[in-house]
């Protein structure tokens, strides 16, 4: 356990016990116990492991039972605590390149004096020196404590781990006017503390998905990674990922769906809504473990209460809440009302949460039986989509379709007259097309669907390589680079999602199974697993909401248990990687490799019966190459330079930002400030930004601060708050900022420097 450690060499008169105790600690979680248990009439034993912090810590727990109603239990205290320990004072993250101080502290507060000696075990990844000449061993009188410390120049990327050792010694040397104790346990405290150090740059992502499906003769797929020339040295990484079915990976990740901030009430539906699909999904196929339903639970049970807070008055709720003076979104309240009646087969929900839900919406339906719009919808590229009222109102059939109300309820028999006179009417756009379809489905009227696909198949875009999918007439193209394919845009996937649940949900059953139906689904499915981001998700809110519904309905009427084992193997220059097995009992595992070389040529290939879903994961970083970039973006610090006594512990950065794309407005808009190392934001400041329009919420991190903008236009938005050194660090890297429209692949980024970095390069 000892074997490693750079212990100082005692003088003659140290002596190490020869039967040690270690202490060894390095469990130090954000957060500790925050959980649902149900309890019977008994007590209920749960252990835990207590995290490493030497602190205080202060428990209490609520019970809701129906019989007798809300109870809360006395706060119970104890203390994590040992008398001899040592403590790291670190920063929690540092860009490649720069430099901080580590400083140990050993603190004595046993009833005898100590003799200790302090060692940082030496590691590749680092590069460390002692302040001072460092001695042997320290005295340490009771209630004592001594600092060592040493520079340090972090040399890997990643995580990377500092151990450090403090051990009382023997001694026959007074140490004041007594001879030093060794404890009779903890003789030897280790502590182990991570340090995050990052590329220089703006994190950029790539994925190559393939679903590949084995027959008599082997599957395969070449993989190509290529960067850019721009790229930040040895920044590039890449995994390959196997699994065995099409939803592991959101599965594995639910609560990592969206690679995107998710702090408003659409996007916390959004990050719920998966967790009832996976649990039908697993359900249906006799694939659901307790441990899987109980995180699952769990995630629908905190989302139910998160989303509360989004409610209005009236029963409906909107993006941010009713703090904001906004009224409650129709479209919203519909997907809320959806999604809690069905989670109700999993977890308990109010039925009054049910009814004001339903009572708003039916109070917005008109005489035609259509819906009237209310609120604020974030995403533009729907607007003649959700925004326009017929479009609104298939949405919210659906909805109501899919709780399931009966087709004979008078809301929904109404709501079927809009969009069957609508039908009649008028052409319909894409999108819209696809809902109406979908509703129709749902509502088990067969000839419609058939025409209506029948239309759709004639304005399908073909792919070469045996897709199928649907676009808009008009489309924001993704900055990325052409050698890579990018993932479609989120309104793409959600129309196309939409098109394969019509298919799905055909009556009688008999219309699914036919040949034609079966090979668009096939081709549907083959594009949509082509737009999963790494953890399973989309690039966006509905469009992983929907897709995911779609893909698990497909998962579940093509499931087997019978299926036979397929062999995967990823080759690079005619030489096996890795190779990776996928049966049944091990289908649901994301299986997963680094790949030894970016950029690089590989290929995967498939031997077996069933169909294997390969991902290819390239990461790496980038300096920011302002081009036509859709957003004008400007940041600054006040002050600009290093002047002053407080320039080096605290300043301002002022954003001047606007939208100077080719649309009117943006969408929601996210501007994500990361802090330059050392520095963190001063809350209050921050805070006050929730006032100034159009900002609706901040989140605040150690590392960041995200803002979320209802949108942009052409008029600058002027945004500043303050930062104060909590860390010194040398040779101090730029911190970059990114504005990023949450719905659509538009972005800008710049980077920033604080007043006295000796690496203050200004905006890029």
């Known amino acids: ?9 005692a003088a003659a008169d140290f002596k190490m016990e020869d039967a040690m105790e270690t202490s060894v600690r390095s469990f130090f979680p ?14 209920l034993t749960l252990p835990v492991t207590v995290p490493d912090t030497i602190t205080d810590w202060r428990a209490g727990a609520f019970c809701l039972s129906p019989a007798v109603g809300f109870g809360l239990a006395q706060t119970t205290f104890f203390k994590a605590f040992q008398p001899f320990f040592v403590d790291l004072t670190m920063p929690y993250s540092v860009i490649r390149g720069e430099a901080f101080t580590l400083k140990a502290t050993v603190y004595n507060y046993l009833k005898r004096p100590i003799q200790v000696s302090l060692s940082l ?8 020196t002692p302040t001072d000449k460092q001695q042997a061993s320290y005295c340490l009188p009771v209630d004592g404590r001594k600092t060592v410390s040493w520079n340090i120049i972090p040399k890997s990327l990643g995580e990377v781990n500092f151990t450090v050792t403090a051990e009382a010694l023997k001694s026959t040397q007074l140490c004041g006017n007594e001879i030093p104790e060794v404890p009779a346990k903890g003789q030897r405290d280790i502590i182990i503390k991570t340090l995050l150090v990052e590329p220089e740059g703006i994190e950029k992502e790539a994925v190559i998905n393939n679903l590949l499906c084995g027959a008599q003769d082997s599957q395969s797929t070449a993989i190509s990674l290529k960067v850019p020339e721009n790229i930040v040295e040895k920044s590039a990484r890449a995994f390959f990922c196997v699994l065995g079915d099409i939803l592991s990976s959101a599965i594995q990740n639910v609560q990592q769906l969206l690679r995107l901030p998710s702090g408003c009430g659409e996007q916390n539906m959004a990050l719920l809504a998966p967790n009832i699909y996976i649990l039908d999904y697993l359900n249906h196929t006799d694939q659901l473990t307790e441990e899987t339903k109980s995180k699952a639970i769990s995630y629908l049970v905190s989302g139910y209460q998160r989303q509360l807070n989004y409610k209005h008055a009236d029963g409906s709720y909107s993006t941010f809440g009713e703090w904001n003076n906004q009224p409650g979104d129709v479209w919203l309240t519909a997907f809320v009302l959806k999604s809690f009646s069905q989670m109700k087969r999993y977890i308990p929900v109010e039925e009054r949460q049910l009814i004001d839900a339903q009572t708003f919406l039916a109070l917005k339906q008109k005489s035609s039986g259509c819906f009237q719009s209310t609120g604020t919808l974030l995403n533009n590229a729907l607007k003649g989509g959700v925004d326009d009222e017929i ?5 919210i059939t659906i909805a109501l379709l899919e709780m399931p109300l009966p087709v004979t309820h008078s809301v929904v028999r109404n709501a079927l007259f809009c969009l069957e006179t609508a039908y009649q009417q008028k052409e319909l756009p894409v999108y819209t097309q696809a809902l109406f379809g979908y509703a129709f489905a749902l509502a088990h009227k067969e000839d419609k669907v058939a025409a209506i696909l029948e239309s759709l198949q004639g304005k399908a875009v073909k792919g070469d390589d045996g897709t199928l999918h649907w676009e808009r007439p008009v489309k924001t193209e993704a900055k990325q680079p052409s050698y890579y394919q990018p993932l479609a845009p989120s309104a793409e996937v959600e129309m196309t999602s939409y098109v394969l649940l019509t298919c799905l949900n055909r009556h009688p059953a008999i219309a699914i199974l036919a040949k034609d139906n079966l090979e668009m689904i096939t081709k549907i499915v083959r594009w949509l697993t082509r737009q999963q981001n790494p953890s399973g998700g989309f690039s966006s809110t509905q469009d992983t909401v929907v897709a995911l519904h779609a893909l698990s309905l497909y998962a579940a009427m093509t499931f087997s248990k019978n299926t036979a084992g397929s062999k995967v193997a990823l080759k690079s220059g005619g030489n096996n990687v890795k190779e990776f097995h996928v049966d049944n009992a091990n289908r649901l595992l994301f299986q997963c490799e680094a790949l030894p070389s970016v950029p690089g040529e590989y290929a995967a290939v498939v031997t077996g019966e069933s169909c294997i879903y390969v991902q290819t994961t390239l990461k790496y970083n980038v300096l920011p190459h302002p081009e036509d970039d859709p957003f004008a973006l400007i940041v600054n610090t006040i002050p600009e330079t290093c002047v002053g006594v407080k320039a080096h512990k605290e300043f301002n950065i ?8 080719q649309r009117p407005a943006s969408n929601m808009a996210i501007i994500n400030i990361k802090m330059v190392s050392g520095f963190a934001p001063n809350k209050p400041s921050v805070k006050k930004l929730e006032k100034q329009a159009p900002i609706q919420r901040v989140d605040i991190t150690a590392t960041n601060v995200v803002l979320y903008l209802e949108k942009l236009t052409n008029a600058t938005e002027h945004i500043s708050f303050m930062v104060e050194r909590n860390f010194e660090i040398q040779n101090q890297r730029p911190a970059f900022v990114e504005v990023f429209d949450y719905y659509v692949a538009e972005s800008a980024e710049v980077s920033y420097s604080a007043p006295c970095s000796t690496a203050n390069v200004g905006n890029a």
């Not at 356990?1 to 060499?9: D, I, S, T, Y």
């Open 1 to 9: 356990m000892e074997r490693g450690f750079a212990v100082p060499l």
């Open 121 to 128: 075990l030496l590691s590749p990844d680092y590069d460390a």
């Open 391 to 395: 479009t609104l109102s298939a949405y």
């Open 654 to 661: 002022a954003i001047n930002v606007s939208y100077i794309g």
């Open 30 to 43: 954000e957060t500790w116990i925050w959980s649902l248990k149900s309890l019977g009439k008994t007590e």
